[in-house]
């Protein structure tokens, strides 16, 4: 530690301004910022501060998500092994999902760090800890056979268009994450979608379709059951499939206080009215999938918990939470179910509220506004 | 039943809390100060030289824009030294005591038998007018208006606060003058708000000419600012007053014997004192006299006021002019090895993104290290779950860092104070300045205003 402490203050001098190594100061903040908390105290206002910082929360966030990590390195080799009709060991298994996973960990972290510190240097700012997230997100919801310069262009094009162009993590609109899944959907829909991606290394005469394929075809016979579903052995996005997975994250992100509860909860009843308005109105096999299943299929679940919740671009009011919410899940299933080109919903549910979060705040605080004027003319 | 029961808010569990036990501190010969910058948007004219002599009550300074307001001494002594800082700002006016401590008299009487006009200038030329504060902006009481209420609470929720109660004990008959001159100030009434959690004190409860409100909760249940906003909520162009209970028996007992004795009690606590307790003393002393030896060794930050609100002062500073407390915390200016990916058994947080949720009950020591770098704002509704008032914190701060005057008016900034959303800064995971960012919105609005 102490060793550590030498060298970063040996190097220091170099990286502040009219040293040699001056370009390098964001990166060496940000190595110096990760080893040691800096050692800057209150300068105005409140002389304690809780010990929470940005650091602390995404790692939280992160954390919540290696459950649904370690499950779908599993599901990746168990699936590769089942379209091959062979079994293996449970070593085995996650072991070639493991070398299957880690090269997109690995892209995104390295692309999307790399232009945030090439960005924050451009500036003269700190690095930001947004991509911690946004750089686990991402492998978790691609298919598992993409091709790795996808996934480097995707989280570019997420970097550079989706939040630097905004001023940076803190700024941004759209999800990050999303924003480099949408990108690799529209430009390259042959490698996100169909029966070929989502199996790694499948054998040819092996259906890979996902459940959620199957449900959009109204193939609804060939929906796995829900025990299958909620455990996530069924192919999809590699974090997506299951929601025992998802559920854990759920579980310590609103433990922690961190992730809003308010948001994964009006999302699930919006999920759920809109499937049973379906259910009701039913006229072909795919509107008849139960609410439940709905819930339970393709990115939903890990959509509403890991996704919708990003407090920069979600809503920031109460209110606005419960609102912003629920609208995800109802229009997640309603465009799921009703519209025929994308089997998935989620992604584009959440990018169009990302939108309208502002305005949902802005009535919102309308609301708040309204409520102080009227108090004036109940006395008056 | 409480008629304000909160459930947003804090306690934070500091170690350090005083001890109930009263001791006289020293106060011959030593020095005192009155500093302009404890008035936020005062501009002070010097009134005498250095090296003059004066007594108690005798005026130091008074303000530029309301020359009637005057600033003057605690003690009787020599006006050793005026302090300035950058671009000859002054800073503090440093009077040493000689020990004698006598009093300049004013007029004496039962405020009830004196008129409006000449309890309002006792008042201005003792120097216990700037003690009355306004919202909106929680500045000096303009004397040129008349509040729609004046409000005091009885009791403070912020950390380790000193417990009234036990300060204002023997100070029933002042309490009550003082209550009878703030009568004269106002058509309005007089709201005393009292804890529900515990029975106050006698001279809280038999106090005449009050109206009795109590109120529950974490801090800042204990807040004017929140009580304003929950029983007299300020609209545009109106103003409440508010002042705390020991200053009220301070103008009590200029009423009572017509001298300015500012004498008071304050609590010395913080985890760097080696014995927190309460001790006598006179408003202004230097935090010095009054720590002595009573403070552990180490690098730290010496506070007038508390951890949320109150000035950081050097060791040889002194006690602010609204301040009733001293705290002395570790200064933690230094790097702390991962100190983001540890557990946190010893880390007070809101969130349970600490391990320290393990231990509820605990009592925390904490420094004035920020504990990570400055960020945009990013996660929501951290504020919202420590301000008890129907306001939207981080719109009213947006509003006010792009200076949308109108917006801010709109958001509800007459109503708050800095200590009101103190908390929002404590809890904040973007180190944002509240306080500081607070403050420039009102300064703004009381230039836009005039």
Known sequence: ?????????????????????????????????????????????????????????????????????????????????????????????????????????????????TIEIIVAQMRGHEVKEGFFVSGMLIPLIV????????????????????????????????????????????????????????????????????????????????????????????PGSIGETSALAILIGAFILIYTGIGSWKIMLS?????????????????????????????????????????????????????GKYIYGFLIGFLAILIRVLNPAYPEGVMLAILLMNVFAPLIDHYVVQANIKRRLKRVTVKA | MPQIKIKKGLNIPLKGQAEKILSQGKTEGELFAIKPTDFPSLVPKVAIKEGETVKAGDTLFYSKYYPEVKFTSPVSGILKEINRGERRKILEFIVES???????KFEAGNPDDLSSEKVKEILLSSGTWPMLRQRP??????????????????????????DYDFIMNDMAVDFQYGISALKKLTTGNINLVTSAEYSQSKVFLNAKGVDFHTSKGPHPAGNVGVHIHHLNPINKGEVVWHINPQDVAIIGRLFKTGTFDARKTIA?????????????????????????????????????????????????????????????????????????????????????????????????????????????????????KVLPMDILPVHLLKAIIVEDIDLMEQLGIYEVGEEDLALCEFVCTSKIEVQKILRQGFNLMIKELG
């Open chain 1, 1 to 113: 530690m102490k060793f550590i402490r030498k060298q970063l203050d040996n190097i220091k001098p170099q990286v502040q301004k009219g040293g040699k190594l001056q370009a390098f100061h964001s990166f060496y903040d940000a190595i110096e910022t990760l080893f040691f908390v800096p050692k800057k105290t209150s300068a105005s206002g409140v002389h304690v501060h809780d010990p929470i910082d940005s650091k602390r929360s995404m790692i939280i966030v992160v954390l919540a998500m290696i459950p649904a990590l370690l499950f779908g390195m599993w599901n990746v080799g168990y699936q590769h092994f089942l379209s091959l009709g062979e079994t293996a060991e449970l070593w085995t298994t996650f072991l070639y999902g493991f070398t299957k996973v880690l090269p997109l960990i690995v892209v995104s972290y390295g692309v999307g760090l």
């Open chain 1, 143 to 234: 298919p598992v056979d993409v091709p790795l310069w996808m996934v480097a262009v995707a989280t570019a094009f997420a970097v550079i268009i989706g939040v630097e162009a905004f001023g940076g993590a803190g700024m941004n609109v759209l999800n990050p994450a999303l924003t480099a899944r949408a990108f690799l959907f529209f430009a390259y829909p042959s490698h996100m979608s169909g029966d070929a991606v989502w199996i790694a290394e499948k054998a040819d005469g092996f259906s890979g379709a996902t459940p959620l394929a199957e449900s959009a075809a109204g193939n609804i016979q060939n929906l796995p059951s829900m025990v299958e579903m909620f455990f996530g052995t069924i």
């Open chain 1, 267 to 319: 999302g699930v009843i919006g999920g759920l009215v809109m499937g049973l308005l379906l259910n009701v109105f039913a006229v072909n096999p795919s509107m008849e999938v139960p609410a439940i299943h709905q819930l339970l299929l393709g990115g939903f679940a890990f959509g509403i918990v890991f996704m919708a919740t990003d407090p920069v671009s979600a809503a920031q009011t109460s209110t």
């Open chain 2, 98 to 104: 000689d020990g004698k401590q006598e009093y300049k």
């Open chain 2, 137 to 162: 902006f929680d500045i000096i009481a303009n004397p040129e208006t008349s509040p729609k209420a004046i409000f005091i609470s009885a009791f403070d929720t912020s950390p380790m606060a000193p």
């Open chain 2, 268 to 384: 010395v606590t913080g985890s760097e004192v080696l014995k927190p307790a309460y001790i006598k003393t006179i408003s202004g002393i230097c935090i010095n006299a009054v720590l002595e030896k009573n403070v552990t060794e180490g690098n730290h930050r010496y506070i007038s006021g508390n951890v949320l609100t109150g000035k950081k002062v050097d060791k040889k500073g002194f006690l602010g002019y609204y301040s009733n407390q001293i705290t002395v915390i570790p200064e933690g200016d230094e790097y702390e090895f991962m100190g983001w990916a540890l557990p946190g058994i010893n880390k007070f947080s809101k969130s349970r993104a600490f391990f320290s949720w393990l231990m509820p009950d605990k009592e925390y020591k904490m420094n004035a290290n920020l504990h990570g770098g400055e960020r945009p704002f990013t996660f929501s509704e951290e504020y919202e």
